[in-house]
């Protein structure tokens, strides 16, 4: 079947969430994916930072196969052989006392979210269903409707209220009114250290760490959701690495499973998840055998491979070619490791037409917020791959 007529069954029998570029994929390796018509592409979105260790990597693939032919799942009714490393190898990794799995980010977000409130409630004393949690513009936490109750995207909400309340909204990088909006309901703040469907905005240097501090002062909950930013992404194994802070809770997903399994958590000390009993929480497949082999051994190949220090290179390596692309279009070149984004000026035209031409060239990467194109390839991704892109990106930046 061609590519055409592919797309023409998926329009016409899938539901129409998504406007995808159109290429068909259907197999990858590493940094590389191809189409339905043999045609090959670097990929630079990475799934949104799920397949940081690259499309299919051998040993990921390897474990998941085995672990398909033991068991699957047994849900949390019973234990499995698999969950209990992986909470001792993520905490052994990350210096947190617990973790709680879950599948996707959306939900390891709603957990952390329910913890955060069962904390003020059991522990702080904030009064009953008083409970506040701060967040900030231009966030992307997932797509529930409690989390798009503090989105600030006009179209994540349109038509999909009425929405949960006792949430507040700051500018992103305001520290002064995230003191102000501090009560004595007030039980976490929730923040990307990266933000990154927001268009990969780095926050202004010492935010996080007095954001931090002002939490700390005042009994608040400093939640650092890095389902995207996180596991290399920006250079570091967490991006709040940058300033000296230590969250609360981290929330981590996508890159968790390499891109093989949906697998999400949320890592904390025994103070904040151990507010948890039996019966408060749960998910069917959260845990279950085959996520956690494939989870244990993506965070292996993450730390084994050094794709951390690699992002960190290869992204300033990525960011001073891009920096030596001189172009009209271009407005400003941020990031940190290989987590970057290029704005473009609001006369380009927005972002989406160059990531069609760069499509047509052979490069893949997914227009984010109109005008900005995010570059965010697995972190396996070498120098000769990144001058490869280079060329078809200094091309297409150069159009009219
Ligand atoms: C992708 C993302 C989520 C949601 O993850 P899903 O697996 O799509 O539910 C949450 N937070 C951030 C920062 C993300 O990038």
Not at 132 to 145: K, P
Not at 147 to 170: L, N, V
């Amino acid at each position: 079947m061609t590519t055409k007529e592919i797309i023409a069954i998926e329009d016409r029998y899938g539901a129409h969430n998504y406007h995808p570029l159109d290429v068909v994929i259907e197999k990858a390796k590493g940094v590389w994916v191809w189409d339905v018509d043999g045609n090959r592409y670097l990929d630079c979105l990475a799934a949104y930072s799920a397949v940081n260790q690259g499309h299919c990597h051998p040993r990921i693939v390897n474990k998941a196969k085995e672990q398909l032919e033991k068991v699957t799942l047994t849900s949390r009714a019973f234990r499995n052989d698999q969950l209990p490393f992986l909470c001792k190898e993520l905490c052994e990794l990350t210096g947190y006392e617990m973790m709680l799995p879950m599948n996707s980010g959306a939900e390891a977000v709603e957990t952390a979210l329910k913890a955060a409130r069962k904390w003020g409630y059991k522990v702080k004393g904030v009064e009953e269903n008083k409970a506040e949690i701060i967040c900030c513009t231009n966030n992307f936490s997932g797509r529930t409707i409690s989390i798009i109750s503090f989105s600030t995207e006009e179209q994540y909400k349109d038509g999909f209220g009425p929405f949960t309340p006792g949430y507040k909204i700051i500018p992103y990088g305001d520290v002064e009114l995230l003191e102000q909006m501090i009560c004595s309901n007030t039980v976490a703040f929730l923040v990307e250290p990266i933000q990154g469907e927001g268009g990969v905005i780095v926050p202004p240097e010492g935010y996080l760490q007095r954001a931090f501090e002002i939490c700390r002062k005042n009994n608040v909950l400093f939640i650092a959701d890095e389902i995207q930013s996180g596991l290399g992404r920006s250079g570091k194994l967490f991006a709040f690495e940058y300033e000296k802070i230590r969250p609360d809770a981290v929330i981590i997903g996508k890159a968790l499973s390499g891109g093989c399994y949906p697998v999400s958590a949320v890592l904390a000390d025994k103070k904040l998840l151990g507010v948890f009993n039996p019966g408060d929480h749960g998910s069917t497949f959260g845990g279950n055998p085959l996520g956690a082999a494939i989870a244990r051994e993506s965070i292996k190949v993450l730390i084994e491979e050094k794709l951390i220090d690699n992002s960190f290179e290869m992204g300033n390596y990525f960011r001073e070619k891009l920096n030596e692309i001189k172009s009209k279009h271009v407005k400003e070149i941020r990031g940190k490791g290989l987590f970057i984004g290029v704005e473009l000026h609001p006369e380009a035209g927005g972002a989406r037409r160059f990531c069609e031409a760069l499509k047509d060239r052979g490069l893949l990467c997914k227009e984010t917020h109109t005008n900005v194109i995010r570059f965010a390839p697995p972190l396996v991704i070498t120098k000769e791959e990144i001058d490869w892109a280079m060329e078809r990106v200094t091309e297409v930046l150069a159009m009219d």
